[in-house]
């Protein structure tokens, strides 16, 4: 069973900065894809960053230039930097760990809260 731990989340200033890291455990598999999700009340939760080891590390078009994903294959990481944060960036923040097959993992949320 693998397991996500995050961490990072917390309450930032409006044009603050968080970096958000996540790290997996118990595969003996490499993983397809790692990455983060965000979801707000109310919203359906939507993919933000993936990482896809000798592919790409990249953000949705909306929050290039003030987020940025890294990710470390070995290590089974992935971090989230997140600069001029927005009070619309509150929300709860998830990161995911997908297997080739399709399968998919989840942590348990880190809540990134951007509020003066």
């Known amino acids: 069973q693998v397991q996500l731990v995050e961490s990072g989340g917390g309450l930032v200033q409006p044009g603050g900065s968080l970096t958000l890291s996540c790290s997996a455990s118990?595969?003996?598999?490499?993983?397809?894809?790692m990455g983060w999700y965000r979801q707000t009340p109310g919203e359906q939760r939507k993919l933000i960053a993936a990482?896809?080891?000798?592919?790409?590390?990249d953000v949705v078009d909306s929050l290039k230039g003030r987020f940025t994903i890294s990710g470390d294959s070995d290590k089974k990481t992935v971090a989230l930097q997140m600069n001029s944060l927005k009070p619309e960036d509150t929300a709860a923040y998830y990161c995911y760990y997908a297997l080739s097959g399709g399968t998919t993992y989840w942590g348990q949320g880190t809540q990134v809260t951007v509020s003066s």
């Open positions: 990482f896809i080891p000798g592919s790409t590390a």
């Open positions: 118990g595969s003996a598999f490499k993983f397809h894809s």
